[in-house]
């Protein structure tokens, strides 16, 4: 049976470590992809050269050529620029756009029936801008924020609470920026409410209302302490468990950017909901009930969103 195909574009930090990843799960056989010369090429050999080490046997292959990507099963794309110091995610729409534009082309022309991970930011925006330009179908294009914005919060939620971290389950929900909205009436610790872990003593709410302002801020903390880029290897993990959920059918409920329509009174565009990932891509867009409160945020979060589409879309108006 021929092993799954990987095809990452972009060969960056986040590129070299998904890269790695693939490798060490065995998912597939990689190829990375990217414009500059040279880096994805050496960044594959250099993993390919760890494969005896670690035991895991997948071809890795470095190219500057779109052919190379053909056919893949999955194509995780990170290609464009990341942020620096002072920048909001918003700051990199314009260059972004283009650089979706010609990853969405090269996806067409190579492999039209991939599923298509994004996370070239700003995410929401990105996504619509690729799955438009690929000309895939919506359940097949997907961006990739939610499961990360959700692994900070478990995290942080795992630390107050000192428990592992894999008893710790959280939702974060809306558009990958400051108007993210984490779920706090959904997060538990072993299928325990944080609400009723509040009421138990095991933290505050002033504790808890800390934590849901440090996930807003997870992306900008770890800029502002490496101050060359942006976060790289939870953004890497995060994405993997999206193709591993669709490479092996696991129905896994993630949030995801997906293309919302209907659902959560949305007129159809990419934000974070919970969504089924299975074998045919996003097979589940989740309903899920939300309070007074936690559907003026989400609005709050999808008028965000939806300005910056606003924003592509003036830009494509100009010929841009
Ligand atoms: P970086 O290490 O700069 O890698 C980006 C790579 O893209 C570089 O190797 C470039 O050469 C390459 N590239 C640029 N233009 C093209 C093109 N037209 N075609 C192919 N490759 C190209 O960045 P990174 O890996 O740290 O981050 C990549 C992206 O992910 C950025 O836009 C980040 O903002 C974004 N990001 C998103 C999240 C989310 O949670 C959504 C988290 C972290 C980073």
Redesign the pocket.
């Known amino acids: 049976m021929a092993r799954n195909k990987i095809a990452l ?7 070299g470590t998904l890269a790695m990843l693939a490798g060490l799960k065995e998912l597939g056989d990689v190829v990375l ?4 010369e040279g ?1 994805p090429q050496g960044k594959a050999l250099d993993i390919a050269e760890a494969s005896p080490v670690e035991g895991f046997d997948a071809r890795m292959v470095g190219s500057n050529d779109y052919a190379a990507i053909k056919d893949a099963d999955v194509v995780i794309v ?6 620096k110091p002072g920048m909001s ?1 918003d700051d ?1 729409i314009g260059i ?1 756009t283009k ?1 979706m534009k ?2 969405g082309e090269g996806i067409k022309n190579n492999c039209p029936n991939a599923f298509v991970i994004c ?3 700003p ?1 929401d925006v990105m996504v619509g801008v690729l799955q438009r330009a690929a000309g895939l179908p919506t359940n097949k294009v997907v ?3 939610g499961v ?2 959700s692994a900070r919060f478990r995290y942080f939620l795992a630390e107050e609470f000192n428990v592992s971290v894999e008893d710790v389950t959280a939702f974060v929900l809306g558009g ?1 920026g400051d108007t993210m909205v984490p779920l706090v009436r959904y997060s538990a610790v072993a299928g325990i409410p944080v609400p009723d872990l509040i009421e138990m003593g095991w933290s505050t709410q002033d504790k808890i209302d800390q934590i849901v302002q440090r996930t807003r801020d997870g ?1 900008a903390e770890i800029v502002g302490l490496l101050k060359t ?4 290897y939870a ?1 890497a993990s ?1 994405a993997i468990e999206m193709a591993d959920s669709y490479l092996k059918d696991k129905r896994k409920l993630l949030p995801c950017a997906a293309y919302v329509d209907g659902a959560y009174g949305l007129d159809g565009l990419y934000v974070g909901v919970p969504v089924i990932i299975g074998e045919n891509g996003v097979e589940k867009v989740v309903e899920i009930k939300l309070n007074d409160d936690e559907q003026a945020m989400l609005d709050h979060s999808v008028k965000a969103v939806q300005d910056l589409n606003d924003v592509v879309a003036k830009m494509e108006a100009e010929g841009a």
Do not use: Q
């Open positions: 574009v972009g060969a960056g930090n986040i590129g992809f990217d414009i500059a880096t990170t290609a464009g620029v990341a942020r995610r990199l972004n650089v010609s990853v996370i070239t930011n995410l961006g990739m924020a990360l914005d990958h992306g880029g942006s976060a790289f953004p995060s």
